[in-house]
């Protein structure tokens, strides 16, 4: 059940995102972070790891998602205040809420890694995608940008795992 209401908590955070970039607002999406972290924390019971985790995933949307702006592969709605090559703070709590919820609401990816490393290649662009579709984004290179996102987000992917997965080993070990 956890599981269930963590991925449904993360999907509604990336609509109130998406839809509230497009149409201007980042508050829907702030109260829908905080509703997911605090079942993260309060129900799932959250670990050092996903504290990990999350940093990861900061940086990696820092990262990812600066260069893609620097090269011009996406052009971000509501990117307020603009500060330059840094992603909207939209992006950022996706970012934020996606890693808060890898451990908890992706257990079985990463228990598998080959077919979560294909899902990341292959979800991550749509995602990015269908916010466009959506009017949260515009892709004037849209083939830069679907290879760059589906490339970084398997390393993404791969980071987390082994992140996770060593981790694991040394608890067992204990």
């Given at each position: 059940?956890?599981?269930?209401?963590?991925v449904?908590?993360?999907?509604?955070?990336?609509?109130?995102?998406?839809?509230?970039?497009?149409?201007?607002?980042?508050?829907?999406?702030?109260?829908?972070?905080?509703?997911?972290?605090?079942?993260?924390?309060?129900?799932?019971?959250?670990?050092?790891?996903?504290?990990?985790?999350?940093?990861?995933?900061?940086?990696?949307?820092l990262?990812?998602?600066?260069?893609?702006?620097?090269?011009?592969?996406?052009?971000?709605?509501?990117?307020?205040?603009?500060?330059?090559?840094?992603?909207?703070?939209?992006?950022m709590?996706?970012?934020?809420?996606?890693?808060?919820?890898?451990?908890?609401?992706?257990?079985?990816?990463?228990?598998?890694?080959?077919?979560?490393?294909?899902?990341?290649?292959?979800?991550?662009?749509?995602?990015?995608?269908?916010?466009?579709?959506?009017?949260?984004?515009?892709?004037?290179?849209?083939?830069?940008?679907?290879?760059?996102?589906?490339?970084?987000?398997?390393?993404?992917?791969?980071?987390?795992?082994?992140?996770?997965?060593?981790?694991?080993?040394?608890?067992?070990?204990?």
């Open positions: 059940m956890m599981v269930l209401v963590n449904l908590l993360l999907n509604l955070l990336w609509f109130s995102c998406v839809l509230g970039a497009a149409h201007g607002s980042i508050w829907p999406a702030v109260i829908v972070l905080f509703l997911l972290l605090g079942f993260n924390y309060f129900c799932a019971g959250m670990k050092q790891l996903d504290y990990k985790i999350i940093a990861l995933s900061v940086l990696a949307g990262l990812i998602d600066g260069v893609m702006m620097n090269q011009s592969w996406v052009i971000y709605a509501y990117n307020q205040p603009d500060m330059g090559l840094v992603p909207p703070l939209w992006i709590i996706l970012w934020l809420g996606f890693g808060a919820s890898v451990r908890i609401g992706m257990q079985w990816l990463l228990n598998h890694p080959f077919i979560g490393g294909m899902t990341m290649m292959i979800g991550a662009p749509l995602s990015y995608v269908s916010a466009g579709k959506l009017g949260a984004a515009e892709m004037p290179n849209l083939w830069q940008a679907i290879a760059f996102i589906g490339a970084s987000w398997l390393l993404y992917f791969m980071l987390v795992v082994y992140l996770t997965q060593n981790k694991e080993s040394k608890n067992a070990a204990a």
